[in-house]
């Protein structure tokens, strides 16, 4: 169902019983963040905040169930969505040579079409309130983590329109409080808004920009699909919800935003001006991703409906909100990737932690020789999928969310010398393991069933734990070890590198076949797959971490932050909570869930933190 806006989300959160509201005050410099923290990783309510130390209430962890992912997309099930997207996907690309078969894809366009946003010529609720003189300090803005540069605006919905085209555009970037009517503006250089930015900078005009607060939750998420440029997300927004959406001009540019927002912030960028240093921020990589100069926003007026309530997100080690909203994306948009790029997929899986962009695994519907490397290429190349470092092509009877299962495929069906691709092209901006910013290596592995044809060494299980250890007696005792299967031959090592180099490692006789070693930092716990998997994909850069020896592949995932590394970037922190904090947060939690204390996820993982700031200072 729609909602005009997050009251009505908010009330029949509350009649499910899926929301904790909280009357006490808590501060949203660091407070929040830390308890929202908790309450994602333990699987909790949503978090409505009625004292915020400013005029509006604050909401937080609305996307992070299926539950609730499912009803802000509007929906009853994501699957029924994604479903009738195929359906109209493939009536659409039928030929349609002749006047009946045209006809025939009418029902189609014409259901697009009742999706297409319209304009109203009176106000909206959003603009219930006009303040011409704004000061972002009436906004409860969430400083999240220890080493933030300061508060930022997390689920802002930046509007955008390209001088030229009139195209525009609905994107997630951060935003960075700087003083009362600045902010920074977080658009990496292959996004939308980046683009219409340097098209006006071409012009030399300042940019109008837009900025929406809640409204229908289903804006929010339309907001981080991975929507083809120039098409409207908010068509996206209006198939979900089964009801268009309608839009107003805002008062002091001629932007349109949706007329239930919440809050909206208006403003321009002006391309003549110098950017801003932004950040650093704690980022939904598990890392910090460091300052760096971005534009700044002013902002001309704020308007709000006198019912507004605003929104929050926290980025973070994984799994935060983001990764519902994720899987959210893999069933809706497998239809299109299926019907105009990769027929022969069946199914594809972003594990989260792969942070969205690190690994994506994909199963096809093989019917001939070499099937699989052709997907992988054609996706190394296919929008946003481009960012991707680790691709992996599996087919037949296996279930991609069965992590046990692709690595027993990987193992069977993979051979190193012909059917591994290394490669290197763009990577997301925010990727702290490659040597360049924003390129890097990236790895497709064609673990498909193989015809005849595909002729070489495939891998087997048959192989003896006890002989697969004897490898390491040499270095037994400066290293820690541990197969997470018995029956597949994955070790993982823990290494501190005042005691062993990676190097030593890859000195050691390997006289056996098949073996994954992946080596990763002596702090971080090997009894974790969640975070070892996560380290494995965060920290490696495939074009030079990745060493063969054999038929064993042997991996450096360990941080670059030593000395002995010689890597020339600077190597981000991992974000955790500091202990004051957690100190407060517990006896909030005392009050507000009878006593009882969810333990805060950064305690465990104190011992990964390099101290300091955001980013390492080498010795």
Known sequence: MPYNGLKQFKDELQEKDDL?????????????????????????KALFFTDTGTPFPLMINMFASDARMTMAAG???????????????????????????KMRMLPGLLKIASYLPSRIKRRGRCQENIITDPDLSIL??????????????????????????????????????????????????HKTGANHFEAWKKKGEKMPVSVVLGGDPVYTYAATAPMPEGLDEYILAGFLRKKKVKLVKCVTN???????????????VDPSED????????????????????PAFHITCLTHR?????????????????????????????????????PEIVDLHMPVEGVAHNLVIVKIRKTYPGQGMKVINSLFGAGQMMFSKFIVVVSGNVDLRDYVAVIRQVIRNTDINNDVLISRGPLDVLDHSSDNFSFGGKMGIDASLKFTEESGLRGNEDFRAETLMSVFKPVRNKIRLRMPSADLPVVFA????????????????????????????????????????WQLLSNTDPLRDLNQIGANIIINATSRAHQSDNFSRLWPNIVLSDDETMARVDEIMKMINHGEIIPSPSARLKKMDFGGGAFVNKP
């Open 20 to 44: 904790l509201v909280i009357n006490q005050f808590v501060d949203p410099v660091l407070e929040i963040a830390e308890l929202a923290d908790r309450f994602v990783k333990s699987g909790g």
């Open 75 to 101: 929906r009853d099930s994501i699957e029924e969505a994604g479903e009738e997207i195929e359906k109209i996907f493939k009536k659409l690309s039928l030929p349609a040579d002749g006047l009946f078969d």
């Open 140 to 189: 409860p803005a969430l400083k999240c983590w220890p080493h933030d540069g300061g508060r930022f605006i997390t689920l802002p919905v930046v509007h955008t329109r390209h001088p030229e085209t009139g195209d525009v555009n609905a994107g997630m970037y951060r935003m960075q409080i700087m003083d009362k009517k600045t902010t920074g503006m977080h658009w990496h250089r």
């Open 254 to 268: 001629d932007l349109f935003v949706p007329e239930d927002a919440d809050i909206v912030i208006e403003g321009y």
């Open 275 to 294: 950017p801003v240093l932004e950040g650093p921020f704690g980022d939904h990589t598990g890392y910090y991703s460091l300052a760096d100069w971005y």
């Open 306 to 342: 006198q019912d507004a309530i605003y929104p929050a997100t926290i980025a973070g080690l994984p799994p935060m909100e983001d990764a519902w909203m994720e899987k959210a994306t893999e069933k809706l948009f497998l239809a299109p990737i299926k019907l105009t790029l990769q």
């Open 494 to 533: 823990g290494i501190s590198k005042e005691d062993i180099s990676f190097n030593e490692l890859l000195e050691l006789n390997y006289n056996i076949n098949g073996l994954i070693l992946i080596a990763v930092d002596s702090t971080v716990d090997l009894e974790d797959d969640h975070i070892l998997i």
